[in-house]
């Protein structure tokens, strides 16, 4: 088998960001699981809303194995 080997990308040939104009926006939905099924976050109520910024999420590479004590 052959290994390949990708160069890097001289900074000269970078791809530019893509810039957008306001008016060329789209707004994007945001969906979160509750209960059991999937809604829309712009569905929620003052409260809920409230509730979901709140929220801490859970990442597996911050937590300990329970091994390494």
């Known amino acids: 088998m052959i290994a390949l080997?990708?160069?890097p990308t001289?900074?000269?040939q970078a791809v530019p960001p893509?810039?957008?104009?306001?008016?060329?926006r789209q707004r994007?939905?945001?969906w979160t699981r509750v209960?059991?099924?999937h809604r829309p976050v712009?569905?929620?109520?003052?409260?809920?809303?409230g509730e979901f910024h709140?929220?801490?999420y859970f990442?597996?590479?911050n937590c300990k194995s329970p091994a390494a004590g």
Do not use: H, W
Request: hydrophobic content about 25%; some cysteine.
């Open 5 to 7: 080997q990708k160069k």
């Open 10 to 12: 001289p900074v000269s």
């Open 18 to 24: 893509i810039v957008l104009r306001d008016d060329e």
């Open 28 to 30: 994007c939905e945001v």
């Open 35 to 37: 209960m059991g099924y």
């Open 42 to 49: 712009a569905s929620f109520n003052t409260g809920k809303k």
């Open 54 to 56: 709140e929220r801490t």
């Open 59 to 61: 990442s597996e590479n």
